[in-house]
């Protein structure tokens, strides 16, 4: 079963306007939700993170929003530029299991100038 | 910057073969994985280590084993490679206490 699920393949945005990227989950014991960017030919990087004690967490242009009743979470990435087109992966960790991440499915944002 | 360095990069190898992808990293962390990811179905755990003497399988463990020869080693084995093996393979690392996990470049393997 798929605990994160991230229900857009592709997302495309004007250049200097707000990116949207959503998440959903299943799984309550998730504690830790995390936000990776992945270029062609390259690993994942570490982007954004957020505790299950929060609901934002804001970095620069990149904020994520945490629903936990909602089970949803969602990064906004404001304002968008052309090189934040990659694709976007949403994590989750529970403490219980070791903090192994479990990932969603990926979107793939392109910024066009 | 390399901190976390895999090879080979790029594997094309038939139906039966026994392949191994290494992994190296000068982080310091002690604990590492390996990661498959497929289009449309995301990064999925293999195997993972917690220190040299601690290995755990995580959700697609079949087909593969690993070796963590040293806390800066992990390594992936297929010991009789399947089509259905065709993937890039991620191998990451993370520092106890922390929830981040840093990733190498990846290693893009073809099973004719």
């Known amino acids: 079963d798929q605990q994160v699920k991230q229900n857009s393949p592709s997302l495309s945005v004007q250049e200097g306007r707000i990116s949207i990227l959503n998440c959903d989950y299943t799984?309550?014991?998730?504690?830790?939700f995390l936000w990776y960017k992945k270029y062609p030919a390259e690993g994942p990087t570490f982007l954004i993170s957020?505790?299950?004690?929060?609901d934002k967490n804001e970095d620069g242009r990149f904020t994520v929003f945490l629903n936990k009743s909602a089970k949803h979470l969602s990064l906004h990435i404001v304002p968008s530029q052309p090189g934040d087109s990659a694709v976007y992966f949403c994590?989750?960790?529970?403490?219980?299991?070791?903090?192994?991440?479990?990932f969603g499915e990926g979107t793939q944002l392109t910024v066009n100038p | 910057d390399a901190d976390v360095t895999q090879t080979p990069r790029n594997r094309i190898t038939k139906t039966g073969k026994r392949i191994m992808l290494e992994c190296s990293q000068t982080?310091?962390?002690?604990?590492m994985y390996w990661y498959r990811q497929d289009p449309g179905l995301g990064l999925r755990l293999i195997y993972y280590?917690?220190?040299?003497?601690?290995?755990n399988k995580g959700e697609i463990s079949d087909g593969y084993s690993v070796s963590r020869q040293a806390q800066a080693k992990f390594s992936l084995s297929l010991e009789s490679a399947i089509p259905n093996q065709t993937a890039l393979y991620f191998c990451?690392?993370?520092?106890?206490?922390?929830?981040?996990?840093?990733f190498g470049p990846g290693t893009r393997l073809t099973v004719l």
């Open positions: 957020i505790s299950s004690i929060k």
């Open positions: 280590s917690f220190d040299v003497k601690d290995i």
């Open positions: 990451a690392t993370r520092r106890a206490n922390y929830n981040e996990q840093f």
């Open positions: 799984n309550s014991m998730f504690d830790y």
């Open positions: 994590a989750a960790s529970a403490e219980t299991s070791g903090s192994r991440l479990t």
């Open positions: 982080k310091g962390h002690d604990r």
